[in-house]
């Protein structure tokens, strides 16, 4: 279908079509609607509060047509509580967005004999151990993401949390509130199984009293988040049933941080990421996990006073380099001041416009480490979107390397995620908004970068290629709203050129993402889903149709929660239109979750041959 007739349908039917012309004004619309509080009149405070778990799985109304060849099932995770009541008679409550405990859904698309589809849903709790332990205490007796620690903690009590550091027991593992990312089936973890903590779900595989449905699962499902501990859930009753720490996978792995996003080779299945460990030398061990041997290898060891421990939430993979980017969120006392804060918010140096971010680029097919650096100027990033890579040209061995990724002007961006900014408490948005610099830096951008590469280089000790202005290294930079945060691309073009990214906006007309929105990396065109007020959506994670030839061809699966009725539904959008194709609505209301994976029913995701786009 041409951009034309795409554009003639988005007319006729509901979706918002935007150029390049519209960037800067659109931009600017966005900075006036927070200056002046537009967002006061769009609720999100029924997915914060009462918020039950539903084991199910139950049948939901669908309405629409969401094709039967998105069939299988979505798994979604992230927070799910935030008020816990205490054995003292108070309500302990979450600080931070990302501190909720930990919550997994999961959406079973089943072809029916109508030739249409039936939608079940079924959910549940992560943290159970965690939310105990909060109502015996009191307070959150862990380090955490950003929650605010109680003001009555003392020296003494604060100095032997930072004693105790950012490990625990083996059987308090279990409390680890792990809610960001979920992997299907990563490599590695089974062969480990003796020595990793592990449970036997409540229900056995085959009771039918729980299927029901019967939908086709994956062999199993782990959750990540922001250090080095990953749970295992049943992929069919959604319990915790397992945790692993990147120590099993190979003995140097003992650092407490890692990235939520690892990454995974779309040919083979392998397995990337980092472990970061903190103290007077910190140290990244970028490592690969074989997929067909189960084996790790140790790719890069990056241990230098220049390169600083910071907090990084995901990393690049292209066909031959894993690319490592140090955003300026570094953590003060070369990492242990995380104990000492008890969160990592907190632990994060104050913004210096003068801190750069670092690119770490390590070959990842001949062993040859970091081949080469790059400074550009300093940002933040939670999302990395993708990487692939062109030949420079005839007679050259030099490859083109680009790395698209959802940045931000500072991380001051994560202060904007305190519920008390979200739910406008006691005027906390607008306090948060009245600051024009802090404002314009917590509105995200599209960013390419664009490095040369010589892939001879043989030093793994490289100093940083000069680059007279570290711009020259971004080929585009595309501005909210025409792209936003929790990015996806069609999983097909993993590695590749890609030209389509899907994202979610935030406009100012809400306290946080408020709209999808497909940006055209090419044209720099923007087409959003017309949502109505107070609907707002979480990752729109792309399912191809089979066969499909188009980049865009496929549909986009959304959870969005309807404020204004206190209820969620499942949303299907037409990918190339953005044009609503069907939706199945529960009757409450579900939390505004992060990441998840939709696990195709009865076939296999086959890469298109071909260059990209």
Known sequence: MSPHEVIGMVLENSATFRTQADEHDDHEEALQNLRTGKYEDWPNEAAFDGLTEERGP??????????????????????????????????????????GLAHTHRFDIIPN??????????????????????????????????QKADPCLGFFAKAMAAFKGLREPPGEKWHNNVNVAVHVNPPGLEAVRNIVGTR????????????????????????????????????????PIGWATQDVLHPELTGAMSCAHAQRDPETGDFFNFNLEFGPKPTYRVFRVDASSGKTEILATIREPSVSPAY??????????????????????????????????????????????????????HSKGVVAR??????????????????????????????DVIDFGSHEFIHSLYLDVILNRDSAAKKFYEDERRTRNSLAHLTRYHFIINPDSPATNLPVTPTPDPKNHEAFRIPAPHAGEIPTINPLYATRKHRYVYSLPFRGRGTI???????????????????????????????????????????????VLDGEKGKSYLLCLDAKTMVEMGRAEVDFAIALGFHGAHVPSGRTLTRVEGPGY
Request: aromatic fraction near 12%; hydrophobic fraction near 35%.
């Open 113 to 146: 004999e109508e030739g249409s589809v039936d939608i079940f849903y079924s959910s549940r709790r992560q943290a159970e151990e965690m939310m105990d332990v909060i109502k015996k205490q009191g307070t959150w007796p862990y380090y955490s993401f950003g």
């Open 374 to 403: 790059f400074e550009t100027d300093g940002r933040f990033f939670f999302h990395t979107v993708n990487s692939f890579e062109e030949k420079a040209g005839s007679g050259s061995s030099d490859i083109n390397l680009y790395c």
């Open 513 to 559: 993402t408020d709209v999808i929105v497909k940006t055209d990396t090419v044209t720099r065109e923007a087409l959003f889903w017309d949502n109505p007020k107070g609907h707002t959506p979480g990752e729109a994670i792309f399912v191809p149709r089979p066969g499909g030839e188009e980049e865009d061809d496929g549909v986009l699966l959304s959870l």
């Open 200 to 239: 036997k779900p409540a229900v056995a595989e085959n009771d039918a009293n729980v299927l029901g449905h019967r939908p086709e699962l994956p062999k199993s499902i782990w959750v990540s988040t922001d250090n080095s501990t990953m749970k295992q859930i049943d992929p069919q009753t959604l319990e």
């Open 312 to 365: 990084i939430h995901s990393l690049f993979l292209s066909p031959s380099f894993v690319i490592l980017c140090i955003p300026t969120s570094h953590f003060g006392l070369s990492g242990t001041q995380i104990p000492w804060e008890r969160n990592l918010v907190d632990a994060i140096k104050p913004y210096d416009p003068s801190r750069k971010t670092q690119w770490i680029v390590i070959d990842r097919k």
């Open 58 to 99: 139950i049948k939901i109304a669908v309405t629409g047509n969401i094709p039967t060849w998105a069939a299988g099932s979505l798994y979604r995770t992230g927070p799910g509580l935030y008020k816990i009541d205490t054995d003292a008679g108070t309500t302990f409550e979450m600080s931070h967005w990302f501190d």
